[in-house]
Nanobody
Framework: QVQLVESGGGLVQPGGSLRLSCAASRSMGSFTDMGWFRQAPGKQRELVARITSGGAPAYADSVKGRFTISRDGATNTMYLQMNNLKLEDTAVYYC???????????WGQGTQVTVSS
């Protein structure tokens, strides 16, 4: 099973930017999508951005226009560029991979993003 490791989180002021990375332990093989999820304290995990194997992105309304998802197939790495961060973006961010059977049951440790003044 491919392991995904998230990094790049941190503390940032409102309006700031961060770039998250998701590194795969090996080639991911065939898949339908990769995605970034987040979970804030007391809330359910939500999908904020995904990218198809063909490179087509899709975003949750809450992050549209502020976040950009991308993927580098050569290095098996996915990114999430987050601009104009808001207080409500504070969460642990996770990456995952979806195959025809659905999103993987494996979740890494995630990376903490804290937006605070």
């Amino acid at each position: 099973q491919v392991q995904l490791v998230e990094s790049g989180g941190g503390l940032v002021q409102p309006g700031g930017s961060l770039r998250l990375s998701c590194a795969a332990s090996r080639s991911m093989g065939s898949f339908t999508d990769m995605g970034w999820f987040r979970q804030a304290p007391g809330k359910q995990r939500e999908l904020v951005a995904r990218i198809t194997s063909g490179g087509a992105p899709a975003y949750a309304d809450s992050v549209k226009g502020r976040f950009t998802i991308s993927r580098d197939g050569a290095t098996n790495t996915m990114y999430l560029q987050m601009n104009n961060l808001k207080l409500e973006d504070t969460a642990v961010y996770y990456c995952n991979i979806r195959r025809p059977g659905g999103w993987s049951d494996y979740w890494g440790q995630g990376t903490q993003v804290t937006v605070s003044s």
